[in-house]
């Protein structure tokens, strides 16, 4: 049987050294770190992203500025409040939860993000910066996955890592950031000949696919690390990853659940980047 990864351990460790640095800075610096968090919509799924968000900020006492917009609010609208918040010295990370309404273009909202409050690091100013290895932030859940990772004892250099899904926001910037650790990286998606064999040569295999029931047993190499980034719903509308956990796990050697895997990193990097943009203020 695999070893679970605990993310709640790893999350609380960095939780710790996140509040001890936004404590000394506002002591030190009157500074507060000030992340905005804007909800376009009534997507129940992002209420709760938005909800835990707002946790973590009281939790490590930063200040939290929520948006809560309608459905209707317009795009002009929202590159006005982002203008705003750009200039809100108070505001020192601004996140524009995703997925947006159809009616707003999720690259134009992106764009006018400044790059320096840019947490999400999906700005293409921060995106070209992680390329080349020179950034200030790091998407937050490939940069909780390598967390979770290193807090194994694993080490990724030379290893063949399988990253299944290509989006921006997880499936790239993963492969990106296994690269910089040395690993040889095959990237996956829909179009993909040989998904099974591919996925079973995998010393470190990463699922961010969005498909229940998605990777099977015979998927997986015997000994392998898997992590599942996977938020689905099964049959019995019970939250589950893209992993068959029960049938994958006895082969791994480390394997993430869901709930409790990666999902609690993702805000604990937030804080984080959140810290950092606060940080750099001060240093300028
Ligand atoms: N929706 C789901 N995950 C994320 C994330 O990490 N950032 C943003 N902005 N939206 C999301």
Redesign the pocket.
């Known amino acids: 049987m695999g070893n679970i990864i605990s993310s709640k351990e790893v999350s609380a460790t960095l939780r710790a050294k996140i509040r001890e640095r936004s404590l000394a800075l506002q002591e030190n610096c009157g500074i507060q770190p000030g992340l905005a968090v804007i909800l376009v919509g009534n997507d129940p799924a992002?209420q709760i992203?938005v909800r835990n968000k707002q946790k973590a900020c009281e939790e490590l006492r930063f200040h939290a500025f929520e948006y809560k917009l309608s459905e209707n609010y317009t795009q002009d609208q929202l590159l006005d409040l982002i203008g705003v918040l750009n200039k809100d010295n108070k505001v020192h990370g601004i996140?524009?939860?995703?997925?947006l309404p159809d009616h707003i273009d999720e690259q134009t909202v992106i764009r006018t993000i400044s790059p320096e409050k840019d947490v999400?690091a999906l700005h293409p100013t921060n995106v070209g910066k992680i390329m080349i290895g020179d950034y200030e932030f790091l998407p937050?859940?490939p940069a909780g996955i390598i967390e979770l990772i290193d807090s194994t004892g694993v080490s990724i250099d030379g290893k063949q890592c399988v990253v299944v899904g290509r989006s921006n926001?997880v499936g790239k910037p993963m492969a990106m950031l296994l690269l910089h650790r040395n690993a040889t990286v095959t990237i996956c998606h829909s179009h993909t000949h040989n998904l099974a064999e591919i996925c079973a040569s995998a010393d470190i295999l990463v699922s961010a696919v969005g498909k229940a029931h998605f990777i099977t047993a015979d998927m997986v190499k015997e000994g392998a690390m898997v992590i599942d980034v996977g938020m689905n719903h099964d049959e019995n509308g019970k939250l589950c990853g893209d992993v068959e956990f029960d049938e994958v796990a006895p082969k791994t050697s480390y394997i993430t659940p869901v709930p409790g895997g990666v999902g609690p990193m993702?805000i604990t990097m937030l804080m984080k980047n959140t810290l950092h943009a606060a940080e750099m203020k001060r240093q300028k």
């Open positions: 992002s992203y996140l524009v939860q995703l997925p999400d937050c859940t926001i993702t």
